[in-house]
């Protein structure tokens, strides 16, 4: 700006004469008005059109950088309060997970307790079971054994008294001879 009313005054100013004592020509008192004049109408037009609205220009991006800087604080706080949420969310799920993971441990721990419990309980009736159906065999067999035993002896001591029984007879030495066997089997149980 100083730079260009510097140009104007030279401009405005007449040509230095050649005077023969060599020296600058200052030029009139009404040059050197007209050129302050001049300098202080440009001064003004251009401090009224071209500053103003430069001035103002650069004040409203001024403003227009503030905003941008405070709307990319807020932002960041923002960001930075989600995270902080996020990982607050992130560690009370993992806690939640670890929870769930042990009473899943827990109740598979019982689950399986209870399948024992319940094996333990069948195999000790199939146990039972087994014992019986074997007492029952025995017992069984033993009536069978004393059966046969009764009738061998019958027949024996018919062979041996030489004679044959009739079916009464034959059938009450069976009967005696279950009856002491079963006496004798009882005494040796």
């Given at each position: 700006?100083?730079?260009s009313?510097?140009?104007?005054?030279?401009?405005?100013s007449?040509a230095?004469?050649?005077?023969?004592g060599g020296?600058?020509y200052?030029?009139?008192?009404g040059?050197a008005?007209?050129?302050v004049?001049?300098?202080?109408?440009l001064?003004?037009i251009l401090?009224?059109?071209?500053?103003?609205?430069?001035?103002?220009?650069l004040?409203r991006?001024?403003?227009?950088?503030?905003d941008a800087l405070?709307?990319?604080?807020q932002?960041?706080?923002?960001?930075?309060?989600l995270l902080?949420?996020?990982?607050?969310r992130m560690?009370?799920?993992?806690?939640?997970?670890?929870?769930?993971?042990?009473?899943?441990r827990?109740d598979?721990?019982?689950?399986?307790?209870?399948v024992?419990n319940?094996?333990?309980?069948e195999s000790r009736?199939?146990v039972n079971?087994?014992r019986?159906e074997?007492?029952?065999?025995k017992?069984s067999a033993l009536?069978?054994?004393?059966?046969?035993?009764?009738e061998?002896?019958?027949?024996?001591?018919a062979?041996?008294?030489?004679?044959?029984?009739s079916?009464?007879d034959?059938a009450?030495l069976v009967?005696?001879s279950?009856q002491?066997?079963?006496?004798?089997?009882g005494?040796?149980?």
């Open positions: 700006m100083a730079f009313a510097a140009v104007l005054l030279l401009a405005a007449p230095p004469a050649s005077d023969e020296g600058f200052p030029g009139d008192l040059q008005v007209a050129a004049v001049i300098f202080l109408l001064l003004a401090g009224r059109w071209a500053w103003k609205p430069l001035v103002a220009q004040q991006r001024e403003e227009s950088i503030a405070k709307r990319a604080e932002r960041e706080k923002d960001t930075q309060r902080e949420d996020y990982r607050a560690e009370a799920a993992d806690a939640d997970a670890q929870k769930l993971m042990a009473q899943a827990r598979a721990l019982e689950a399986g307790q209870v024992l319940a094996a333990e309980q009736k199939m079971l087994a019986q074997i007492d029952q065999a017992r009536r069978e054994l004393r059966v046969s035993t009764a061998m002896a019958a027949d024996l001591a062979g041996v008294i030489g004679r044959t029984l079916p009464e034959h009450r009967a005696e279950i002491e066997i079963g006496q004798r089997g005494e040796g149980n």
